[in-house]
């Protein structure tokens, strides 16, 4: 620590309770999670402890408490990194203390065994309980049958709730002896990642910090990366944000560990930074010799500094620190906001839907590849997004959102009726926050009567794509359903609901609501939201592979492509 500070480089101080030792494990093997299918894990990989264990609990309580009493007061220290990635192996655990813990949720978030019974439903299939003891966790049952839906949404909560105690009773014991530098943990902005809900963790840290690791398989994965930039600055409120973990070339738990190519990692880095980011930083400086991580890739590579990796970092060094000045100012706000809810997420996750097409962060992705293709920027609300919230935003998008409270449509209603022009997509407010369909048509309010679609019936397509009839393509979902004043732009041109309601808008005064009642191919997709934009006035900026981003007075450019290209 004394030779850091010496050498003028800060310390972010982790707290080292993301993976306990060998010792903990075989002297306290009740610690250990219970997977799905009841079978217990072992030691030998990482976060190898149950969230609920109060062992795990005990002992890294003592270690941040010796770590922050010796080390709150050296100078090299600026923050703390509570542990490491929580949930990301263990996430979910069923064992008798995780059982116990989520009964003592349960009975935080309901009033009486009457209402948790009402709220899932549970008269079906003999489920119904007469003692908080009955319940179990939504653990692997029968053959071919699945735990209660209101049940696993309601684990997934108090699981993302669980481990939040965790990380409080961390940063809660680093705040008795340092109340001056921030506290943080690392989130994991990747779309397949849906372990805790990030929004609400977002209000608990001193500043929002996160990983994110490119699908390198995917060539588009720039698209990815500022998808999930974004997000994170929607996580922070439209504030700065730090990008704690990324890879400098290639990581090594994919099926195929692609490295980057020359001049990839600047970009990355760079459209973190233009999306709010306050530096750049890695996993890891040299390159492990040996362990599960010795092919990721490092700041210093195993061939060391005459390299291309650490040529290309000390590039992008020198960059940032040419222009300081960019830290002073948070991303300037999109005229787009997209509705992104973690609870979806989970939701969507369980079996026994109309389709198992249906893939939330794929919907989610493919709408924002969209207004990223058009050059529109895009910022990230959640479900909990107030009036005062939305009204910022001239346009909001609203992809499967899946589960709506009273308060939450109430909301969108009200944004939609007030001049702001609000796009539904399918499958969305079909239930309330229990899982609990809503009667006398799919959609609820916000569908059937504030923007007049009537929806009987759900037909997942038969085809791999259907014609509509203004011409565009669609895929994996059709519905029957009629007008109920709203004006129908167009219909299933084919399929089991021919002549249904395929997209429709209505004009509510100052605003429009529309639906769109299918998954849109990408083209498709990009008409539709470029019609709403322009007669909206909302301008492009880049398109054709070519990224602008605004942050302050400073102006972005980061061009993906291999050729010469023509942008607005």
């Known amino acids: 620590m004394g030779m850091l500070h010496e050498g003028g480089i800060s310390v972010d101080m982790a707290t080292a309770t993301a993976s306990p030792p060998a010792w ?12 799905f299918d009841g079978v217990q894990r072992s030691f030998g990989g990482r976060q190898a402890y149950c969230s609920a264990s109060p062992v795990y609990r005990k002992k890294a309580a003592a270690l941040v408490e010796k770590l922050a009493e010796r080390y709150a007061n050296h100078p090299a220290v600026v923050m703390w990194h509570v542990n490491n990635e929580y949930g990301c ?4 655990c069923y064992c008798d203390v995780s059982r116990s813990a989520f009964i003592d949720y349960l009975k935080t978030r309901y009033a009486s065994l009457d209402e948790l019974n009402a709220s899932w439903g549970t008269d079906f299939w ?3 309980y007469y003692n908080w003891e009955e319940i179990q966790v939504p653990k692997s ?9 209101g049940c696993q949404l309601d684990f997934r909560r108090f699981s993302s709730n669980n481990i939040l105690e965790l990380y409080k009773m961390e940063r809660d014991i680093i705040k008795k002896y340092d109340q001056v530098n921030p506290v943080t943990t690392n989130f994991m902005s990747m779309k397949f990642t849906a372990v805790v809900d990030y929004f609400e963790w977002a209000k608990e840290v001193d500043f929002v910090s996160t990983d994110h690791y490119l699908a390198q398989h995917d060539l588009l994965n720039h698209i990815d990366l500022a998808q999930m930039a974004d997000l994170t600055r929607g996580f922070a409120k439209g504030q700065q944000w730090l990008l704690m973990e990324h890879s400098s070339s290639a990581v090594n738990w994919q099926p195929k560990n692609f490295a980057k190519v020359e001049g990839q990692e600047k970009r990355n880095s760079m459209s973190f ?3 709010g980011s306050q530096g750049v930083m890695y996993f890891q400086w040299r390159q492990s010799q040996a362990g599960s991580e010795r092919f990721h890739s490092s700041m210093v590579p195993h061939a060391g500094e005459d390299t291309r990796v650490y040529r290309e970092i000390t590039e992008l060094g020198q960059l940032l620190k040419s222009h300081p000045e960019i830290s002073e100012h948070p991303t300037n706000p999109a005229k787009v906001a997209m509705v992104y809810d973690y609870e979806q997420f989970w939701a969507l996750m369980q079996q026994n839907l109309p389709t198992d097409g249906i893939n939330y962060p ?11 293709e058009l050059g529109i920027q895009v910022d990230f609300v959640s479900a909990d997004a107030t009036k005062a919230e939305l009204a910022n935003y001239p346009l909001v998008l609203m992809p499967m959102v899946h589960m709506l409270s009273e308060a939450q449509e109430e909301t969108f209603t009200s944004y939609a009726q007030e001049g702001g022009t609000l796009v539904v997509g399918y499958f969305s407010n079909i239930a309330d926050r229990t899982l609990r369909v809503k009667l006398g048509g799919y959609g609820g309010k916000l569908v059937k009567d504030v923007i007049g679609v009537y929806v009987e019936e759900f037909y997942p397509l038969r085809e791999s794509s259907i014609k509509l009839s203004n011409g565009m393509s669609a895929t994996l979902w059709s519905e029957l359903s009629r007008a109920n004043g709203a004006e129908v732009v167009a219909t299933f041109e084919g399929g089991d609901a021919k002549g249904s309601v395929a997209i429709a808008k209505r004009n509510l005064g100052s605003s429009t609501a529309y639906y769109q009642a299918t998954e849109l191919e990408l083209e498709s997709q990009k008409k539709f939201f470029a019609e709403i934009a322009k007669g909206l006035g909302i301008e492009s900026a ?14 972005f450019e980061i061009d993906h492509n291999k050729g010469t290209v023509s942008v607005s």
């Open 141 to 149: 049952t029968t053959d071919g049958t699945h735990p209660n839906p």
């Open 126 to 128: 003999s489920q119904r």
């Open 24 to 35: 903990l494990s075989h002297a306290h093997p009740e610690m250990l999670p219970i997977d």
């Open 273 to 275: 930074v233009a999306r």
């Open 89 to 92: 192996h263990n996430p979910l």
């Open 362 to 372: 794929d919907t989610v992705a493919a709408w924002y590849r969209a207004m990223w």
């Open 542 to 555: 880049g398109g054709n592979g070519v990224e602008i981003i605004h942050r302050g007075p400073h102006r």
